[in-house]
């Protein structure tokens, strides 16, 4: 089965440091570019990270740039999103999902996680 | 407040047609096929139309989009009450480096 499961979020106080992970299974993950949306409350989707199939290219909403890192490890099927220096407009339930894209534009997210929320408040 | 623009909120009653709207820019809409995803509150968003009007495997023919200009649209064909979700439009946006842009979501109640 095709599946992304994300795990790591949790409470923490405005300024701290959550590192996300997704794992992949039931397909070849280093083949995919990979996307964090995520969902505040009473919100709508917002597009968050990219990265491509080997990690060498990036993209951030102006946002968390600067202040999260999205990473991948192949070998271990799991995508990454560390996140620093966060603020309470970070809360949100934050999704991983697959896509499928070219050198030039990236067309279909059509595997998702159901997310892992992330509340920061002191 | 969403690059993407969709009505808050849609309706209709078993067996009707309703269509949901969403309204963009050349540099997303104008330039790129529109996806379409269904959500429920604590589930992972599904995949309802790629590339303007595909579907993947799984998801019914009630389901159609189109798009024209900087605009696009899902129709959803003799609705059941299991449709009643949340919709949301999503476009690649050509700017910065490129990244996704979503509509702000349509909530939608089968009556």
């Known amino acids: 089965e095709v599946q992304l499961v994300e795990s790591g979020g949790g409470l923490v106080q405005p300024g701290g440091s959550l590192r996300l992970s997704c794992a992949a299974s039931g397909f070849a993950f280093s083949s995919y570019w990979m996307q964090w949306v995520r969902q505040a409350p009473g919100k709508g989707l917002v597009w968050v990270s990219l990265i491509n199939e080997d990690g060498s290219i990036t993209n951030y909403a102006d946002s968390v740039r600067g202040r999260f890192t999205i990473s991948r490890d192949n070998a271990k099927n799991t995508l990454y999103l560390q996140m620093n220096g966060l603020r309470a407009e970070d809360t949100a339930v934050y999704s991983c999902?697959?896509?499928?894209?070219?050198?030039?534009?990236?067309?279909?997210?059509?595997?998702w996680g159901q997310g892992t929320t992330v509340t920061v408040s002191s | 407040q969403s690059v993407l623009t969709q009505p808050p909120s849609a309706s209709g009653t078993p067996g009707q047609r309703v269509t949901i709207s969403c309204s963009g820019s050349?540099?997303?809409?104008?330039?790129?096929?529109v996806n379409w995803y269904q959500h429920l509150p604590g589930t992972a968003p599904k995949l309802l139309i790629y590339?303007?009007?595909q579907r993947p495997s799984g998801v019914p023919d009630r389901f159609s989009g189109s798009r024209s200009g900087t605009s696009a649209s899902l129709a959803i064909s003799g609705l059941q009450s299991e449709d009643e979700a949340d919709y949301y439009c999503a476009a690649w946006d050509d700017s910065l480096n490129g990244f996704w842009v979503f509509g702000g979501g349509t909530k939608l109640t089968v009556l």
């Open positions: 999902a697959r896509d499928h894209c070219s050198s030039t534009a990236c067309y279909r997210m059509d595997v």
């Open positions: 050349s540099s997303n809409i104008g330039s790129h096929t």
């Open positions: 590339s303007g009007n």
